[in-house]
C-alpha cells in the first residue's frame, strides 16, 4: 500500500509541471492578427491606407519583400473595413432600419457588375495591372458597400439648444481636419485636379470625371475598349444609383484605367 501511494505521488511531481506548462501555452496568433502590428482595427481605419501601408512596410519585421508587405498590409485594412461595414449592417438590422430585400438585391447586382468591370479593366491596361494594384482595387471597391449602408443610417437627432451650441465647432471643424474616413477621403484626393462643384462646362468635377474616363477608355485596345464600355455601362446606367456614387464609380474606373507613372487622378479615398 506504501509503495502505491509512493509511486502515486512520484507520478503526480512529474507530471504537474507538464500539466502546467500545456496550459499556460497561448495558441500562436493568425497571421492576420499578427499583420494588425498589435493594433485594433479602430486604430488602423484612423489612418489612410497609404499611411497604414507605409507604418507596416516599416515596423513588419521579417524577410517578406516590399511588395509582399504592401499586399498584406492591404489586406490587414480590407479585413478591418468589411469588419466595420458589418457591424454597421447588423446595428441597422437590430434597429429595424436595415435596407430591405429589393435594395440589397440591388446593390447585389451592382456589386456583381462592379466585380465584372473590375477584372476586365485590370486587364486591359498595358502592361496588366500587377498584385499591388489589384489589391489597391479590391481594396477601393470596398467603399461601395459601406456607403450603401451607410445611407441608411439616420443621424442623431438633436436638441434646438445643442444645435444652437454646436454651431461654432461645426463652423471650425470645417478648417481643421478630421480623423478616420473623411480625412482620408480628402488626403487621397490632394491630387486631384482642382475643380469648382458648381462651375459650368469643363471646370464641373463631374465633366472633368466623365471626359478624362473617356481619355483612358480611348487609350485601350479598340476590341478590350468595346467590353469595357459595355461592362461600364452596366454599372452607371442603374437608374438606383445615386448621382453622388455614379461620380465616385467614374472615379473608381479610372483609378483601374491609369497607367502606373500617372499621377492618380483619384487615389483611394481611404
Request: charged share 20%; with cysteine.
Amino acid at each position: 500500500m506504501k509503495q502505491q501511494l509512493l509511486l502515486a505521488a512520484i507520478a503526480l511531481c512529474v507530471s504537474s509541471p507538464v500539466f502546467a506548462q500545456a496550459k499556460s501555452t497561448k495558441p500562436p496568433a493568425s497571421a492576420s492578427a499578427r499583420d494588425q502590428l498589435g493594433m485594433t482595427c479602430a486604430q488602423i481605419l484612423e489612418l489612410t491606407s497609404v499611411d497604414w501601408v507605409s507604418q507596416f512596410n516599416a515596423k513588419a519585421k521579417d524577410a517578406a519583400s516590399p511588395e509582399q508587405k504592401t499586399i498584406r498590409a492591404l489586406a490587414a485594412y480590407g479585413k478591418c473595413y468589411d469588419a466595420r461595414t458589418d457591424r454597421l449592417a447588423a446595428s441597422l438590422a437590430k434597429s429595424g432600419a436595415a435596407p430591405l430585400m429589393g435594395a440589397r438585391g440591388n446593390f447585389r447586382d451592382l456589386q456583381q457588375a462592379l466585380d465584372a468591370f473590375t477584372s476586365k479593366a485590370l486587364a486591359a491596361t498595358d502592361p496588366p495591372a500587377d498584385a499591388v494594384k489589384t489589391a489597391y482595387a479590391q481594396l477601393y471597391e470596398k467603399q461601395f458597400r459601406y456607403e450603401f449602408f451607410q445611407s441608411y443610417e439616420k443621424p442623431p437627432a438633436k436638441s434646438p439648444a445643442t444645435a444652437t451650441k454646436g454651431a461654432p465647432a461645426a463652423a471650425a471643424s470645417k478648417q481643421a481636419p478630421k480623423s478616420g474616413s473623411a480625412a482620408s477621403s480628402a488626403t487621397a484626393n490632394a491630387t486631384a485636379p482642382a475643380s469648382e462643384p458648381n462651375a459650368p462646362g469643363e471646370k464641373n468635377p463631374v465633366t472633368m470625371t466623365k471626359n478624362h474616363f473617356g481619355e483612358l477608355l480611348n487609350m485601350v485596345p479598340e476590341d478590350k475598349r468595346h467590353e469595357l464600355h459595355a461592362a461600364f455601362g452596366d454599372i452607371v446606367g442603374r437608374s438606383q444609383i445615386s448621382e453622388a456614387m455614379r461620380l465616385e464609380i467614374y472615379r473608381y474606373a479610372i483609378f483601374l484605367l491609369e497607367p502606373p507613372s500617372a499621377t492618380p487622378f483619384s487615389p483611394p479615398p481611404f
